[in-house]
Structure formats: C-alpha cells, structure tokens
C-alpha cells in the first residue's frame, strides 16, 4: 500500500493557490517508484520557510489493471493534484518501438517524411478533474487544463471549453489517499462525485456523470495516440473529433489536438518554429508555418522537460491527415528539427446530434 505522504506549503499566500511543495516521508519499499520522477516534479519552484499541511498518503502505481473512478492522484509530469472520471482504452502508435515497413516514396504522402508504418497497441488513459487551485502553476507548461466543444447554435467557429478537464495517460498517475470529502476543488466535483466511506477509493459517480458521459462520449473520446522521438525530444499528438457545422453551404468538420512536447535527454532547447502539413480527403494539401505554437515559445529543460498545448483544424472534408515538424534551437543557436508524427482526422460517421458538452 501506501509508501510515503506528501504534504502541502500553507501560507497567507500559498493559500490563494500559488505553488505547493512536497515532502517525502519514506514508509516502505521504493522498488516499483521512479524516485527521480518525483524528486523531479515535486522538487521544482519549491517554496522555502513554508509551513507544512498534510494533504494525503501516496500509494503505490499500479504496473497492471485500471484505476477506478474517484482515484486521488498526482500528475507524473506536471504535479496537478486530479481526480479519476473514467478510462478510456487508446490505441498508441509509437513509432520508437514499432517495427517499421517501407511507406510511400511520395515526399507528400502523410509519414512519407520519415518512411514509417506502425501498428497500435492498446493503452489506458483517463478522463479526470484538475483540482483548480493548481491551474495557475502549471500554466507555463501547459495550456490543455480545459476541454473545447463546439456551440450548439449555428455559429461554425463558435467554440467553448469546459475548464480543468484533462486526458492523462496511465504511467502519469501517482496515486494517493485523502480522507478528506470533498479533496478536489472543481465546480463539477460535487455534481460528478460523491463520498463513500465503504468504496475504495472512497469516491462513487453520480447519475449525472454517467449521463454526461454517455451523452458526450463522441465528442470526448479518446481513440488514437501518436508518439514519435527525435534528438531525444518526445512528441506525443492525440486527436479528437469535435464536430461538423455547415458554413456558406458547405460542411466543415473540426478537430482539436493536444501536443505534449517532452525533453528526454539533459540538453536545454527551445522551440522556435511549426511547420504542419494538412491534407484533406478533398485533395487539397495545405502547409502552414509559424513562430512558436499558441504564442509561446517554450524552454524545455531538465527542470522543466515538458510542454503540452491544444489547436484546432478545419476541414471541408471528413477526413485528412497532418503531419510537420518543430524547429528547436540549441543554447549554442544551432537549430535542428523534430519531427511530428503522422495522425488521421476522421470524423464520427454516426453523428446525429451536436456536442453535449456542458449539459445534463
């Protein structure tokens, strides 16, 4: 069970949600824990002098099985306390471990950049609640801590989010207990959950999860995960269909994409350019470049070795395809490009209502 507690800086300050740090108290046996991980994720910005409050007891990750709904954890990469909703079961092409066949020779072709076909294999991520307080400190290497939908009303670019939801892979999860009742702050945390000391964890879904599941799962799921390292930078991309809307006569479908850069190696970098290649099922191939990605351009380093964000494409056509690059550059100022793996857009061909999204 459980092998350490953690506990939280209290101050007049850190009380209106700035940074909290953690103390590791070492109760057993370390033998399944990345002790670096968490000396790493827990170890940035840590505050000095802080008074100390215990927040929970870590307990050990699971190496099989899921984690079930109401499970208290700890974000592996960006330290987020989160809740568990529900799993999803992915399918992750990772092109770093996949045996690879020849592709096309067209240099147009999707993944004809790099010559590669892999085959999924099936991975568990969740669907979870971020406790708002943390948001703000992890705003610098993340900007995915909300899920977009498309409007319900005819507006085609009309878009809104629904704020701390995020999709977290399974090795991301640190587990921990609380005894506390209510020990995720979320304004759908009470609607979605309830107490329940004879469950462990100690957390039920209410009926108006499961609804708000069942009603938006077409516009939720997660299906597909692409993973590619070059120059020992990690790009993960995960794609999810939002919709199609009708627009001057014709259809347009969207995508939203989330992308998680990560620095594997010790070298600092930082990103300096994108250049995305879209193609659409219409034969139409677009190519787009830019500085940065949503206005940033991120430092990854040992410190901080992570950045995720989401986008969105449209497409007058069902499906396509995109791939590209990122351009790094070195402390020296040398650049080198990374590649972006290949992904599919498709759309949900039984669609037959407009996104849910925040309903019940």
Known sequence: GAWCTFRQCQSPVLRRGVVYCFVFILL??????????????????????KVLETVGVFETPKQHGKYETGQLFLHGVFGYRGIVLFPWQ??????????????????ESPGAHDSKEVKGKTHTYYQVLIDTRDCPHISQ??????????????DSRALYAIPGLDYVSHEDILPYYSAEQVPIQHELFER???????????????DTLKAWQEKNHPWLELSDVHRETTENIRVTVIPFYMGMRVAQKSHVYWWRYCIRLENMGSEVVQLRERHWRIFSLSGTLE???????????????KEQPAFQYSSHVSLQAPSGHMWGTFSFERTDGSQFDIRIPPFSLESNKDEKSPPAGYTF
């Open 28 to 49: 057993s046996s370390l033998s399944h824990v990345n002790v670096a991980q968490l000396a790493s994720v827990f170890g940035r910005n840590r505050p000095e002098g």
């Open 192 to 206: 979605f959950l309830v107490f329940n000391s004879s469950k462990v964890p100690p957390f039920s879904a209410k």
């Open 141 to 154: 290497r993340s900007q995915t801590e909300a899920v977009t939908f498309l409007a319900s009303h005819d």
């Open 90 to 107: 992915a399918r992750l092409y990772d092109r770093d471990i996949t045996p690879t066949f020849s592709d096309s020779n067209n240099p």
């Open 287 to 301: 190519t787009v470049r830019g500085r940065g990605v949503v206005g940033r351009e991120p430092v990854l380093s």
